[in-house]
């Protein structure tokens, strides 16, 4: 019963640091355009930061700029995958 009540308090710990972490390169990959709502000079630095999982994001937004919602799908893809990563690290 001590087990499993340890991987519980573990899951909300592994998914908020992924949802942070990844939530912070959907923002900076949808900020990297002059024309986007929260342009400015930390965009490139928040990409920097999330660059292995924003680099896909990245890619589709350089090669269309206009619509977002497929950046979005392709970040929540790379949140699962980050969470099951976390998760798994953080139980061992």
């Known amino acids: 019963m001590n087990i499993i009540l340890k991987y519980l308090k573990k899951i909300p710990i592994a998914f908020w640091i992924a949802f ?3 939530g912070f390169g959907s923002v900076s990959v949808c900020s990297l355009y002059p024309d986007d709502l929260l342009y400015g000079d930390w965009a490139i630095w928040g990409y920097l930061f999330t660059f292995p999982i924003s680099i896909v994001s990245f890619i589709f937004r ?7 919602y497929p950046v ?3 970040q929540l893809v790379m949140l ?13």
């Not at 350089?62 to 977002?68: G, K, M, Q």
């Not at 699962?80 to 061992?92: A, N």
């Open 80 to 92: 699962i995958i980050v969470f099951v990563f976390l998760y798994k690290k953080m139980g061992r």
């Open 20 to 22: 942070v972490y990844v």
């Open 62 to 68: 350089y090669a269309n700029a206009s619509i977002l």
């Open 72 to 74: 979005f799908i392709i």
